[in-house]
């Protein structure tokens, strides 16, 4: 199970990379392990300003379909393009090339309500 240390995390398994006043989101490799084949994903969110936790978009596999959860309060700025042609990115690189959405975060103290990797792993029971 790969749980990068330097990456945050939530308990509805997005990853959260933070980049200056961005933050770059996607799902872990455990959520990616549980879905199964990602065939697509969907993010009509792009430009809206969103609360925490509200739904930015889904991730269908094979099998179901999940909501995305945002993961700090903000702008959406970019969704990763690349997912409409290859949404099976998310499987093979789900913290590189398999990323999601860019937030412009609003508030810099929801950070420290994200899980460290270690809470993570915990979480998971990995």
Known sequence: M?????????????????????A?????????????????????TEGETLDKEEVFGTVEAVKTVSDLFLPLS???????????????KVNS????????IKIKFSDASEIDTLLSAEEYTDLIGA
Do not use: C
Request: charged share 30%; no cysteine.
């Open 2 to 22: 790969n749980i990068p240390s330097e990456l945050k995390y939530t308990k509805d398994h997005e990853w959260v990379r933070i980049e200056g006043d961005l």
């Open 74 to 88: 903000g702008e959406i700025i970019a969704f990763n393009d690349v997912l409409e042609q290859e949404p099976e």
């Open 93 to 100: 690189d789900p913290y590189g090339e398999g990323w999601m």
């Open 24 to 44: 770059v989101v996607g799902i872990t490799d455990f959520a990616q392990k549980e879905l199964g084949d990602i065939v697509y994903v969907e993010v009509e």
